[in-house]
């Protein structure tokens, strides 16, 4: 690994309502030097907080463990409920190259913080996406088929649930988790004025590539009861592909079909200046537009090279 590399972890966790334990979770990461915690969000009706963090690969694999040992203490997956797929306390770990490094490097690291993980707090452990040992464990929703209920009454004895590293069997309190290395992506919410999440489920269909729609799209269809709405939720793995203008434009055209608006959309976590640049430009009509043309950028190539990196 290329001294230097900087890697982006995204670590989501199965609690969105209990403040006091997201701030614990939050402060544990970012009690990690030479780690940046950039952003966390919670969502009550998920129950579910996603955390987005960079740094060297030996600064993140230590926040990763120092996260487990808040989950350890303040998670049981006995008693969790919520509308978003989870198998597990930490329910999935991806890591991505950012700077001087290579998906090698990222599948490298989160299969070595995933042994750890494994070995010290006995927690089964799937990897996926560019991690996976097995084709059909790229996917998520293959690995979080049933959720965390499906786990605890089949077991993992199976060949299809038998996990990659640890134990095979649940923990008590922990459940299992996701590790894996991926590229870059924008997960993308949208909110839809209506309580029928029939309608969400229709739109999701429409737009994910699995079930014909939008390439480079996952997206679920999901009730959000607390805002009296429903909610289409999105990944977007390659931005640079489908842009999140045409995600939304297409949830916008499909809702129109049920004589349903978008109320509003919702980023989790942080996309790429180059992701904004494009539905900015898309949405002003500036074709021209370009990261180069925003002066934050600017400044920041400025300080690289008077710094040399």
Request: net charge neutral; charged share 20%.
């Amino acid at each position: 690994m290329k001294s230097g590399a900087v890697f982006q972890c995204v670590p989501n966790i199965s609690e969105g309502r209990r403040a006091e334990v997201i701030t614990s979770a939050a402060e544990s990461i970012a009690s990690i030097g030479g780690v940046k915690l950039l952003d966390y969000s919670s969502d009550t009706d998920h129950n579910r907080s996603v955390f987005t963090l960079l740094g060297g690969a030996e600064g993140v694999g230590k926040s990763i463990l120092k996260l487990y040992e808040v989950a350890s203490e303040h998670i049981d997956m006995r008693q969790h409920q919520g509308v978003h797929p989870r198998i597990g306390a930490v329910d999935v770990v991806p890591f991505v190259p950012i700077e001087n490094a290579s998906m090698e490097d990222a599948k490298e690291l989160a299969s070595s913080v995933a042994r750890e993980v494994a070995d010290r707090f006995s927690v089964p452990i799937y990897l996926y996406g560019e991690s996976a040992l097995k084709s059909e464990r790229v996917s998520l929703a293959y690995l979080r088929r049933g959720g965390w209920e499906a786990l605890e009454k089949e077991g993992l004895a199976s060949p299809e649930r038998y996990p990659d590293l640890g134990p095979a069997r649940l923990h008590e309190r922990l459940g299992a988790s996701c590790f894996g290395a991926r590229g870059p992506l924008v997960a993308f919410n949208v909110f839809l004025n209506t309580q029928d999440v029939s309608v969400a489920k229709s739109v999701a269909k429409r737009l994910r590539a699995g079930t014909g729609g939008l390439a480079f799209v996952k997206a679920l269809g999901l009730a959000i009861p607390s805002q009296g709405c429903v909610q289409v939720s999105m990944n977007l793995t390659n931005p640079s592909r489908t842009a999140l203008y045409t995600a939304l434009e297409m949830v916008r055209m499909e809702a129109r079909r049920f004589g349903v608006a978008v109320l509003r959309s919702e980023l989790i976590g942080v996309m790429s200046l180059a992701a904004a640049c494009d539905s900015l430009s898309y949405y002003m009509q500036l074709p021209e537009l370009t990261p180069g043309r925003i002066l934050e950028n600017g400044l920041l190539e400025l300080h690289r090279s008077q710094s040399g990196i």
